[in-house]
């Protein structure tokens, strides 16, 4: 296993069984646990706000998610082992783990109960003992919490967007020591049918994101805006990394 930084968070590069073994450890351990994935916009949204790159960093692990993550570790010469998504990921911890206790927060109300039933009859040894839509405040927080609780769930899967999923993970995820929290993004939209997910051979090309752009436009200014703003940023980041190193004399440069 080894990791690599970028734009100030170190994201987890290792192959996918790997990654699923390291997965149904943190369901089996006790004490706060999470795990994010970040992308381009995540990475973006961390530079915007150091107070949510903190709340990345508190993570118990990030994997990179996407074109713009595998090019970053790639410009400081590391081929990644695997594109470790959500999307992918997190269903085949589904599929391969004994034992699972799921609560699903976010989707929308309207969809929770057609998404608990396509899970059942996808992962039927998967116990799946919630769900609710996750448009909550604080005191609404506190009480979905001791829904969980009371459920013994020891995985919790949280789909309400960057950044509020990974903020709303590191405030109340203690109070859930049970389980693995993993925010998922829009990983209950695929579940629902609301969305699906690009061609494999669109996904092979690093091109899933103009597919996820055309089906859902108002994501435009995100890609189109967001991702040149990513490259400028991470480029301005190897360049002042090695300015510096090259001062001190080390040749090597390695990303952050």
Known sequence: MQSYRIL???????????????MQRLVRAQGPRSLFFVNAHTLNEACRDPGY???????????????GVRWAARLSGLELRANLNGTDLVP?????????????????????GRILATLRQRFPDVEFV????????????????AEVQASRANLVLVGMGNPLQERWI?????????ALCVGVGGLFEYWSGSLTRAPAWVRRQGMEWVYLML?????????????????????ASRWAHGRVLAALGIRQIPLG
Request: with cysteine; charged share 25%; hydrophobic share 35%.
């Open 8 to 22: 100030g968070v170190d994201v987890t590069d290792q192959p996918l069984d790997d990654a699923l073994a390291l």
């Open 53 to 67: 790159r903190a709340v990345l960093r508190r993570a118990s692990r990030i994997y990179g998610d996407g074109t």
């Open 92 to 112: 085949a911890l589904l599929e391969r783990s004994q034992g699972l206790r799921c609560f699903l927060i976010g989707s929308c109300p309207e969809r929770n």
């Open 130 to 145: 919630g769900a609710h839509h996750g448009y909550v405040d604080d005191a609404q927080s506190r009480t979905l919490v």
């Open 170 to 178: 590191d405030r109340y995820g203690p109070d859930m020591p049970g």
């Open 215 to 235: 089906r859902q436009p108002w994501k435009a200014r995100r890609y189109l805006l967001g991702n040149p703003l990513y490259i400028a940023r991470v480029l």
